[in-house]
Nanobody, 129 residues
Framework: QVQLVESGGGLVQAGGSLRLSCAAA?????????IGWFRQAPGKEREGVAC????????YYTDSVKGRFTISTDNAKNTMYLQMNGLTPEDTAPYYC?????????????????????WGQGTQVTVAS
């Protein structure tokens, strides 16, 4: 299975922006049918933030990020991005990329189980108020 590496997180003031990257390891390609960004705030379950179909380009966004986050892919670079604008402290969490367990465009994007081998180290996003 493809290995994915997240990057781009950091500390930002409320209202600021970050762009997260999810790159396939050298020699790997983004060849699953869909892929997404997930986050897990302390004390909460991991949730699907944004997902995209690699075939149709259809997307899903959780309600709290609609209009602020944009998911995209660069197939030539085997990389997926998450542009995050208008960040709020509620966006603070480690962010992970992985193929979803279930994906219905415009409807839902379900993360894989916690012990799934797809999960990497993630990239921490911290938004200060």
């Amino acid at each position: 299975q493809v290995q994915l590496v997240e990057s781009g997180g950091g500390l930002v003031q409320a209202g600021g922006s970050l762009r997260l990257s999810c790159a396939a390891a050298p020699g790997d390609t983004l060849d699953d049918f869909s892929i997404g960004w997930f986050r897990q705030a302390p004390g909460k379950e991991r949730e699907g933030v944004a997902c995209i179909s690699l075939t149709s380009g259809e997307t899903y966004y959780t309600d709290s990020v609609k209009g602020r986050f944009t998911i995209s892919t660069d197939n030539a670079k085997n990389t997926m991005y998450l542009q995050m604008n208008g960040l709020t402290p509620e966006d603070t969490a480690p962010y992970y990329c992985a193929p979803p367990r279930e994906f219905f465009p415009f409807s839902r994007c379900v993360p894989r189980l916690p012990l799934d081998n797809y999960w990497g180290q993630g990239t921490q996003v911290t938004v200060a108020s």
